[in-house]
C-alpha cells in the first residue's frame, strides 16, 4: 500500500466515528497496537524536539527501505506516532520525500487535536522528512 492509500485508510477509519471523544480514543487505540519499542533506542539522540511529550523516532534503513521504531510516554502521540510510522514507514526514502504531506490534513486531526498536541505531529512529521532526506543519498 503507498502512502496515499494509506493516510485515505485511516481517514476512512477515522470518518466512521462521528463523536470527537470517539476519534481520540481511536488515536489511543492505535498507540497499544504498537510494537514493542526495544529500549536501547530510548536515547536523548532519537528524541523528538517540539512534542509536549516523550517521543522517540528511530530510523532503520535496510536494502534501500526506509522504516522506524516509536515510542513515547504519551498514549496520544504514541498513537500519532505509530501512525504517522504507518503511513510513512517501509518505504524508499525517494517516496517519503516524493510524498505530499499536506495529504495528511483530510485526517482532519485539528479537530481532534490541541494546538501543543497538533505541534508535536508537525515535529514527528519533520524528523520523518529529515530521516528520508538522510538516506535519500545512500
Not at 47 to 64: E, R, T
Not at 87 to 102: A, D, L, Q, T
Not at 110 to 119: F, Q, V
Request: hydrophobic share 35%; net charge negative; proline share 3%.
Amino acid at each position: 500500500m503507498n502512502i496515499e492509500e494509506k493516510i485515505l485508510l485511516y481517514k476512512e477509519e477515522l470518518d466512521y466515528f462521528e463523536d470527537k471523544m470517539d476519534k481520540y480514543k481511536y488515536l489511543l487505540e492505535q498507540g497499544k497496537k504498537a510494537d514493542k519499542f526495544p529500549e536501547e533506542y530510548r536515547k536523548e539522540a532519537f528524541l523528538v524536539s517540539g512534542c509536549q511529550a516523550q517521543v522517540w523516532l528511530v530510523p532503520l534503513f535496510k536494502n534501500g527501505i526506509l522504516d522506524f521504531y516509536s515510542d513515547s510516554d504519551a498514549f496520544i502521540s504514541k498513537g500519532m506516532v505509530t501512525i504517522l510510522c504507518d503511513i510513512y514507514g517501509n518505504k524508499k526514502p525517494n517516496e517519503i520525500m516524493e510524498s505530499n504531506f499536506e495529504k495528511l490534513n483530510i485526517l482532519d486531526l485539528d479537530n481532534i487535536l490541541t494546538p501543543s498536541r497538533r505541534n508535536g505531529v508537525h515535529s514527528m512529521l519533520n524528523y520523518i522528512k529529515k530521516y528520508a532526506e538522510d538516506y535519500k543519498k545512500n
